[in-house]
């Protein structure tokens, strides 16, 4: 597709008048006519303003001329994974699992290989050559690059350390020792419960990231225990094919 025809279809599939979407992103509906027909195309900073509006990546509005992959991990990107700056605008450098509302989640190439193995094998990769690639390709990527530049001098790490000693610190009955947080979405992990009342609530919001893990029942069984948390809350909850047990629900406000 053209990027007139990425906005024509996003205007209309939002219900907007081109006299409407020239007033939210600050233009004339000239303007607009004239991307619509081809004669021009936004200009840098229109086009941020597009992406953030429609939620889609610039790279998008401008007809995907380019393969986008995350500069940390390396996962193909699709502007539903894309991740996001604080002020909700789209960085089309990295998915939402490595950099989550203006952090980097990753300091280490070894957790990061840890993670996405699992999620490679099937795919023409045994383990091994799944360990094998990731360490090839990753020193290719600008995030690893650039770690001097990049990084935080350790405070995400500490942040994370921090929660993960508070939520050993409930001693919840048979779950293990938890070692580690890894970045989860909401929309990915669609964490939901029954109240009393037969309302089900929704902890998560499926456009922001988290950080949490699943960890087998210290004594083995059927079921999982599911960590959560962020700098606002921690929850703790058991799960297995049937769902989750909303008697063996922990939530705690930090």
């Given at each position: 597709?053209?990027?007139?025809?990425?906005?024509?279809?996003?205007?209309?599939?939002?219900?907007?008048?081109?006299?409407?979407?020239?007033e939210k992103i600050f233009v004339t509906r000239q303007a607009v006519s004239r991307w619509e027909n081809g004669e021009t195309v936004p200009n840098t900073e229109t086009l941020k303003l597009l992406s953030k509006l429609f939620g889609v990546s610039i790279n998008t509005l401008l007809g995907s001329p380019q393969k986008l992959i995350c500069q940390c991990c390396g996962m193909p990107l699709e502007d539903s994974i894309i991740s996001r700056e604080k002020d909700g605008s789209l960085n089309e450098e990295y998915c939402q699992?490595?950099?989550?509302?203006?952090?980097?989640?990753?300091?280490?190439?070894?957790?990061?290989?840890?993670?996405?193995?699992?999620?490679?094998?099937?795919?023409?990769?045994?383990?091994?050559?799944?360990?094998?690639y990731m360490k090839q390709m990753l020193p290719t990527l600008d995030y690893w690059k650039r770690y001097e530049e990049l990084s935080d001098d350790g405070q995400f790490d500490a942040f994370k350390q921090k929660l993960i000693d508070e939520i050993n610190d409930l001693h919840i009955e048979g779950m293990p020792k938890l070692d580690k947080l890894n970045a989860l979405v909401g929309a990915y992990v669609n964490l939901e419960y029954p109240l009393p009342n037969g309302v089900k609530a929704k902890f998560l919001n499926d456009q922001t990231t988290y950080l949490g893990n699943q960890l087998e029942p210290e004594f083995g069984g059927d079921r999982c225990f599911g960590v959560l948390a962020n700098m606002?809350?921690?929850?703790?909850?058991?799960?297995?094919?049937d769902g989750i047990d909303p008697e063996l629900v922990l939530y705690k406000k930090r």
């Open positions: 597709m053209t990027t007139k025809d990425v906005l024509y279809e996003l205007r209309t599939k939002n219900g907007l008048s081109q006299d409407e979407l020239a699992w490595c950099y989550a509302d203006g952090t980097y989640t990753y300091s280490s190439m070894d957790d990061l290989i840890d993670v996405c193995v699992p999620h490679m094998l099937g795919d023409n990769f045994t383990e091994e050559q799944a360990r094998a606002d809350f921690i929850l703790i909850c058991t799960y297995g094919e």
